[in-house]
């Protein structure tokens, strides 16, 4: 299946004092603000990395769901949080914390799909980055 989404950003000013808005065609941004400060300091607003994050997280919750279907088991919940590391310009690791509740599912089954979530989601297939986790399963 292919599609294609949108999403866009416009910039005013340098590249320190100037600011901008991201927007998507979903409208889940929607000229939701970045600037120098919300991306390498603790300034208000969001960042491109803490956006490949996000991406990234969703994209390997929703995988890991469908490998646990395919073992013929419903995951009661599946969190992920992602930290994105910039070093020098480059996002160079993105490290997931996993945690699920997936009733029924043995630990080293988890484990494997994990792993396989961790590999084949699509937004790891598109970085040029080293992605680690920790992944939990709870009872």
């Given at each position: 299946?292919?599609?294609?989404?949108?999403?866009?950003?416009?910039?005013?000013?340098?590249?320190?004092?100037?600011?901008?808005?991201?927007?998507?065609?979903?409208?889940?941004?929607?000229?939701?603000?970045?600037?120098?400060?919300?991306?390498?300091?603790?300034?208000?607003?969001?960042?491109?990395?803490?956006?490949?994050?996000?991406?990234?997280?969703?994209?390997?919750?929703?995988?890991?769901?469908?490998?646990?279907?395919?073992?013929?088991?419903?995951?009661?919940?599946?969190?992920?949080?992602?930290?994105?590391?910039?070093?020098?310009?480059?996002?160079?690791?993105?490290?997931?914390?996993?945690?699920?509740?997936?009733?029924?599912?043995?630990?080293?089954?988890?484990?494997?799909?994990?792993?396989?979530?961790?590999?084949?989601?699509?937004?790891?297939?598109?970085?040029?980055?080293?992605?680690?986790?920790?992944a939990t399963l709870e009872a």
């Amino acid at each position: 299946m292919k599609f294609i989404r949108r999403a866009g950003a416009t910039w005013h000013g340098t590249g320190k004092e100037g600011k901008g808005t991201m927007s998507t065609q979903s409208t889940a941004l929607n000229n939701t603000q970045f600037s120098f400060g919300s991306r390498f300091e603790e300034g208000v607003g969001s960042s491109p990395e803490e956006l490949i994050g996000a991406a990234l997280a969703g994209c390997f919750s929703m995988k890991l769901g469908f490998l646990v279907v395919a073992e013929g088991l419903v995951a009661e919940s599946i969190e992920t949080s992602a930290k994105v590391t910039n070093d020098g310009g480059l996002i160079t690791l993105i490290h997931l914390d996993v945690k699920a509740k997936v009733p029924g599912m043995s630990a080293e089954n988890f484990a494997a799909a994990a792993k396989n979530a961790q590999d084949n989601c699509t937004i790891t297939k598109s970085l040029n980055s080293e992605v680690t986790m920790n992944a939990t399963l709870e009872a």
